[in-house]
C-alpha cells in the first residue's frame, strides 16, 4: 500500500523554524516529483512547494517563497520542508503528495496520486 506519512508539525512561535518530514513507502519515490499543500481552516487547499523527482527543481508559492525550502533525499525516500520566519497566517494542515510526472504544473493538486494524513502547523503570536 502506498503510504505517505508527515512528521514535524507542532507549535511554533512567529518567526520561528519548523522542518516537516514525509516518508513515503509503496511506490518508487524517484519516480514522481513530491509536493507539499496546506489547508487552513476555512479555506482551501493551497500550493505550498514542489520538488522535482531527483531534485533538480524546485518550485515555490509567492506567499512562501524566500522563507521555505524543499528538498528531498531520494535514499531515504523522504521529501522535506523546511520552513523559516514563520508567520501566523502559516497555520495550517500541511499535507505532502506525490506528482503524477507525466503532467508538469506541480501547482495543481489533481495531478497528484497519492496524498498523505497531513501534520498540524500552528504558528502563534
Known amino acids: 500500500q502506498v503510504q505517505l506519512v508527515e512528521s514535524g508539525g507542532g507549535l511554533v512561535q512567529a518567526g520561528g523554524s519548523l522542518r516537516l518530514s514525509c516518508a513515503a513507502s509503496g511506490y518508487t519515490f524517484s519516480s514522481y516529483g513530491m509536493g507539499w499543500f496546506r489547508q487552513a481552516p476555512g479555506k482551501e487547499r493551497e500550493f505550498v512547494a514542489a520538488?522535482?523527482?531527483?531534485?533538480?527543481?524546485?518550485y515555490f508559492a509567492d506567499s512562501v517563497k524566500g522563507r521555505f525550502t524543499i528538498s528531498r533525499g531520494n535514499a531515504k525516500n523522504t521529501v522535506y520542508l523546511q520552513m523559516n520566519s514563520l508567520r501566523v497566517e502559516d497555520t495550517a494542515i500541511y499535507y505532502c503528495?506525490?506528482?503524477?510526472?507525466?503532467?508538469?504544473?506541480?501547482?495543481?493538486?489533481?495531478?497528484?496520486?497519492?496524498w498523505g494524513q497531513g501534520t498540524q502547523v500552528t504558528v502563534s503570536s
Open positions: 520538488i522535482s523527482r531527483y531534485g533538480g527543481g524546485t
Open positions: 503528495a506525490a506528482h503524477n510526472d507525466r503532467y508538469n504544473d506541480y501547482r495543481r493538486s489533481y495531478e497528484y496520486d497519492y
